[in-house]
């Protein structure tokens, strides 16, 4: 595999439920990154690693945590989510944080009953 | 504070015919910019990125785009569009900490 890579691509789950989305980097990079996308709205980040330590949260509700136990792999945790969290959430990761470009995999689709 | 305005929610065009998003960008620093696109039910894909050497920057599919500080704009441009070009496109300017500021997009049709 290259690149980035997101499991699960889609899924459902209730508001009940507990759940997590995989991230994995192929690409030796340092700082990795959770993004909300939502219709209608710009991307939203979430939250930032960078050499598995969080150096930013922006204000998202303790119902999503992430986890990022090494530079390759970044999860987020779900549970007793709200119908209103459905969305495309990206995962991201760049050589360093600044400006240096961010690779994007291709989402997880998330659909909240 | 950095922001980038797309100026455009919607562009349509003919296969064939030039295409121009447009981009405006406020910011304090020099910036880097950059324009990503999204395929329907995919990821954002790195098109081009400027960071302050040539102002006129090539990218991958027959897109470049134009640095333009007096007019703080960096649209994107393609001499003719192709139907595989149909997509969203978000412009995205760096603060240079840890965050890219992305654009609201802009979703480009290409009729036959």
């Given at each position: ?24 980097q ?44 090494n530079s390759s792999h ?40 | ?112």
């Open positions: 595999e290259t690149g980035v890579t997101q499991t699960p691509r889609h899924l459902v789950m209730g508001m009940t439920n507990k759940k997590s989305l995989k991230c994995e192929h690409l030796g990079h340092n700082a990795m990154y959770w993004y909300k996308q939502s219709a209608k709205k710009p991307l939203e980040l979430m939250f930032v690693y960078s050499l598995e330590e969080r150096v930013e949260n922006n204000s998202v509700p303790s119902r999503f945590s992430p986890e990022c136990p970044l999860f987020l945790h779900l549970h007793t989510l709200q119908p209103e969290d459905s969305a495309l959430y990206l995962c991201a990761s760049s050589q360093g944080l600044g400006s240096y470009e961010q690779y994007f995999g291709p989402g997880t689709r998330l659909t909240v009953t | 504070a950095q922001s980038v305005t797309q100026l455009d929610s919607h562009v349509s065009v003919s296969e064939g015919t030039p295409v121009l998003l447009r981009c405006n960008y406020s910011s304090s620093y020099s910036p880097s910019l950059f324009w990503y696109v999204q395929h329907p039910n995919k990821g954002l894909q790195l098109l081009l990125k400027y960071t302050s050497a040539a102002t006129l920057v090539k990218g991958i599919n027959g897109f470049e785009a134009e640095f333009k500080k007096s007019e703080t704009s960096f649209h994107l441009t393609k001499p003719s569009a192709h139907m595989s070009d149909a997509a969203e496109y978000f412009c995205v300017v760096s603060d240079n900490t840890d965050k890219l500021i992305f654009g609201t997009g802009t979703r480009l049709q290409v009729f036959p």
